[in-house]
């Protein structure tokens, strides 16, 4: 059975207004899903808690900008070394959103535990010195391994009800490969109730079988796939263009204060379709393009 639908389907369908935990997936300025995120924007869905990567980035700050955020877990949310999240730190320092501080291996064990119902995981030692427990102890509790008695830290799981991924290729079917690092994503995946995948192109069954498994994500774990060339922009996506440097210090210059990003919406999301936006952003795009798909690459998981 296909899964194909247009942006504006899926998250109509599949991202209820005040869904409980969403995962956005991508990492720093790359692999963003932002056609999916761009939609929730449009159609209001708020948000009751926001799950990020180790390191989120404009997939958080956007959201957040728009007001759709009641809570986030995160251990991150800036722009590398174009500096802080303008949105996420006003929100922060306002108290209008309530933080989950979280360390990256909880997020990473948490996403782990939540793919293999566990009821809680056992963190690696040392973390039980730092504050973030004390401050967060709703994820993090103490309690005794059986093997040696000792007091060790454990996690909750994470298990998102909805993930918005991005991913290299995909068949109609939902299956789908990663064309390079997908960091905390395929765990997303694999934890998540419902997940949204966002693609460069659309493929045959037979082109996903031939890369190994270690890239790919299985269909039966895929509700929709949205095909969207370039739907990651201003974020990389591995293997096809680079970040736009030049849109994202835009985005900053703008999103520095309220009124800022409220125009910023305006312009490149509330006020223009996804197809409209990417028409938008296709002569920057063909700039960072790497070139044609390199099929070697994306096979062997390296393509960047």
């Known amino acids: 059975m296909s899964k194909l639908l247009s942006v504006s389907e899926a998250v109509e369908r599949y991202v209820p207004d005040g869904v409980g935990l969403l995962s956005v997936g991508g990492m720093h300025l790359h692999n963003n899903p932002m056609s999916l995120i761009r939609e929730v924007v449009r159609q209001q869905r708020t948000i009751r808690r926001l799950l990020t990567s180790p390191c989120g980035a404009l997939n958080a700050d956007l959201l957040v900008g728009a007001g759709l955020v009641q809570e986030i877990a995160t251990s991150y949310v800036g722009f590398e070394h174009l500096g802080l999240a303008p949105c996420f730190r006003r929100a922060a320092e306002s108290g209008t959103i309530r933080i989950l501080e979280c360390d990256e291996a909880y997020i990473t064990h948490g996403l782990y535990a939540g793919a293999g119902g566990l009821p809680f995981i056992a963190l690696p030692a040392g973390l039980e010195t730092s504050d973030v427990p004390k401050v967060n102890q709703e994820s993090y509790a103490m309690t005794t391994d059986p093997f040696t008695g000792d007091q060790v830290l454990v996690g909750a799981p994470l298990r998102p009800d909805v993930a918005l991924i991005h ?138």
Not at 215 to 230: S, W
């Open 167 to 304: 991913a290299s290729i995909a068949d109609e079917r939902g299956n789908a490969v990663f064309g390079g690092a997908h960091f905390v994503d395929r765990l997303m995946v694999q934890a998540a109730k419902t997940v949204l995948l966002q693609v460069e192109r659309v493929v045959s069954t037979e082109e996903i079988a031939g890369h190994p498994v270690g890239t790919t994500i299985p269909g039966f774990l895929v509700q929709g796939v949205v095909e969207v060339a370039g739907g990651c922009h201003p974020t990389a996506s591995h293997g096809a263009y680079d970040f736009d440097e030049e849109q994202i210090k835009l985005y900053l210059s703008m999103a520095g204060n309220a009124e800022g990003v409220q125009e910023y919406l305006e312009q490149y999301v509330t006020g223009v379709t996804e197809v409209e936006y990417l028409e938008k952003a296709s002569p920057r795009l063909s700039g960072l393009r790497y070139g044609e798909w390199r099929k070697s690459d994306a096979r062997s998981g390296q393509g960047s």
